[in-house]
């Protein structure tokens, strides 16, 4: 795991009832997966035989009595490991507990990484902006204050934002076939926790039966009403939404997908560009990446 940064939560953070992002995961989580934490040694002896146990190719786990003290442990029992590139840690600390998602084998490195590569060259193309315009937080683990911490995979920012201990602008989440609803809880912490920090998240859900991709893009909206899970800064909800099939064919009420650029940089910009995508370059992103795949 990567150095962790640091910001003040929202602290509104719940729905009606006040249940957390955090607790609507684990309630995903069947009783099977869940443990008392005894050790980081011990933790990491059950990921590994969960992993050597099945072909799946995504795991939950829930681990309870995590204490944000534990954190260093883990960290160096797995910075060590060889299943540490696959895994990605969310902690509540308030509820000492732990969520341990795996993605064992290379397909999510693959394609969020080929992602955010295409992201970054885009970002290029914008006059006045080069490859050193922004920069990337992959396995970096952002504390909410002392109360919460998450991981993701290849967020960006800004690189006017500095280089020690700061957010992302953009977080994308990756996920298999059955992740979608931890994803977009994912996607609502992000922008509820980061204090508007992150303004923009990118789901990814690659389908393998026959393979496909889901992408979706989150950001924050007026609040159509109370009750809703919410903050200052509005509601989290899916604003675009994409479904590319194994022929490439495209489903989608829009014809691109679009990242403001108001969402990925901080300083104003005249008529700024934002990042575009049509619906025939995301066509062929997904081709290239199933030819990879298979």
């Known amino acids: 795991m990567a150095a962790q940064s640091h910001i003040t939560p929202d602290p509104l953070q719940g729905t ?7 607790e609507m995961q684990a309630a995903l989580i069947p009783d099977e997966n869940k443990f008392e934490y005894e050790s980081a ?22 681990f309870h009595g995590v204490t944000h003290d534990d954190l260093p442990e883990i960290d160096k029992e797995f910075f060590a490991s060889n299943i540490q590139g696959t895994v990605r840690f969310t902690t509540e600390n308030i509820l000492q507990a732990l969520i341990c998602r795996m993605l064992p084998g290379w397909r999510h490195r693959t394609l969020s990484l080929n992602l955010s590569i295409r992201i970054t060259f885009k970002i290029t193309d914008i006059p006045g902006n080069t490859l050193y315009s922004t920069r990337t937080f992959c396995g970096t683990r952002f504390d909410f204050g002392n109360i919460r911490s998450k991981e993701g995979h290849q967020p960006l920012g800004p690189a006017t934002r500095g280089a020690k201990g700061v957010w992302p602008s953009v977080a994308m989440e990756v996920g298999y076939s059955q992740a ?13 926790n980061s204090a508007g920090a992150i303004r923009h998240v990118i789901l990814v859900q690659l389908m393998t039966d026959s393979l496909a991709l889901h992408i ?24 675009q939404q994409f479904k590319i099939n194994t022929n490439g064919a495209v489903i989608s009420t829009s014809p691109e997908l679009r990242i403001p650029y108001t969402a990925i940089f901080d300083e104003p910009n005249e008529n700024p560009p934002d990042v575009v995508f049509t619906n025939a370059e995301l066509s062929s992103f997904a081709l290239q990446m199933f030819e990879m795949m298979n």
């Open 16 to 22: 009606v009832g006040g249940t957390t992002p955090f």
């Open 41 to 62: 040694a011990e933790m990491l002896r059950i990921m590994q035989t969960t992993i050597n146990s099945g072909s799946a190719e995504e795991y939950f786990l829930y």
């Open 180 to 192: 979608m609803d931890f994803l977009r809880l994912d996607a609502e912490r992000w922008l509820i």
């Open 216 to 239: 979706e893009c989150w950001a924050m909206a007026p609040a159509p009403q109370m009750g809703t899970r919410q903050s200052p800064n509005g509601v989290p909800r899916c604003v």
